[in-house]
């Protein structure tokens, strides 16, 4: 059975850092393709980055920001949160791809406040 479990969220100040880390289990780390989602109090849950074995992508609001990489002999997964914004104030997941033969997962999430 797959489990994600994340850690490193905090309250933290407008221009501060924070890395969340990502530790899987039950699954085959190295190839999958894992994400960070985010969701803001009444409103929709929302892509961040995602990273695969070659290659990242983020949303524009978090690009020259934030920066996903991964271990895949910790099999983990991290977001390095620089410069941060009130904006940024959510409940931060970590995901696996699904791909064609195994479904979606999704960490339990981990809460990020950026506030004075």
């Known amino acids: 059975q797959v489990q994600l479990v994340e850690s490193g969220g905090g309250l933290v100040q407008p221009g501060g850092s924070l890395r969340l880390s990502c530790t899987a289990s039950g699954t085959l780390f190295s190839i999958r393709v894992m994400g960070w989602y985010r969701q803001a109090p009444g409103k929709q849950r929302e892509f961040v980055a995602r990273i695969t074995s070659s290659s990242t992508s983020y949303a524009d609001s978090v690009k020259g920001r934030f920066t996903i990489s991964r271990d895949n002999a910790k099999r983990t997964v991290y977001l390095q949160m620089n410069s941060l914004k009130p904006e940024d104030t959510a409940v931060y997941y970590c995901?696996?791809?699904?791909?064609?033969?195994?479904?979606?997962?999704w960490g339990q999430g981990t809460q990020v406040t950026v506030s004075e």
């Open positions: 995901n696996q791809a699904p791909t064609s033969y195994s479904g979606e997962y």
